[in-house]
């Protein structure tokens, strides 16, 4: 298993050896998957101007999950729009198999108004699809789970608390370039 790995990182870096980096990442397709490696081989989805990594391997709590993201050099992800949600939604339904999906987001509750915000940007979460009942408000679900469900063909937000095991969803921001 470690040597088919081994070779298959190789050949994807000795065949894109003088591809040119987008945002820290080396794409190996330009359509409409994004393929790097940095550090390790990562199959990324592009979304306007981010990158997204979506895992179903590691499951770790808030912070575990925050630690792996930012391993790859990406935040957990923030979710800026209703259409940003769908896009994931679109695009983890093409990637998982059937069944439903607990994801951290970058998602916190913040003392001591208790209003939401994303971490991985700084902003106010403007945007919302809570899951029917929520949010719970104990005082300690305070990290945005992410559900992917199936069955309501949706992402929706759950309040957690930090030492559920989730798998984690990061994205990164395709930096702009200026000419000076």
Not at 11 to 17: H, S, T
Not at 104 to 117: A, F, H, L, Q
């Amino acid at each position: 298993m470690f040597i088919q790995l081994f070779l298959v990182c190789f050949l994807v870096f000795a065949q894109n050896a003088n591809a040119t980096p987008v945002g820290g990442y080396v794409p190996i397709n330009d359509k409409e998957m994004i393929f790097s490696y940095s550090p390790s081989t990562m199959e990324l989805q592009r979304y306007q101007d981010s990158l997204y990594y979506f895992q179903t391997i590691f499951k770790g709590t808030f912070f575990q999950a925050m630690q792996f993201c930012k391993f790859h050099g990406m935040e957990l992800v923030s979710i800026e729009s209703k259409d940003e949600n769908d896009f994931l939604h679109e695009a983890l339904s093409k990637f998982l198999t059937a069944g439903d999906y607990l994801f951290w987001s970058s998602g916190i509750k913040v003392e001591p108004d208790n209003r939401w915000e994303w971490m991985g940007t700084g902003k106010p979460i403007s945007y919302f699809n809570w899951l029917a009942g929520q949010p719970g408000n104990t005082a300690t679900e305070r990290y945005l789970e992410l559900r992917h469900l199936n069955a309501n063909r949706e992402i929706v937000y759950n309040d957690q608390v930090v030492t559920q095991a989730n798998y984690a969803i990061c994205e990164v921001s395709i930096p702009k370039t200026i000419n000076l």
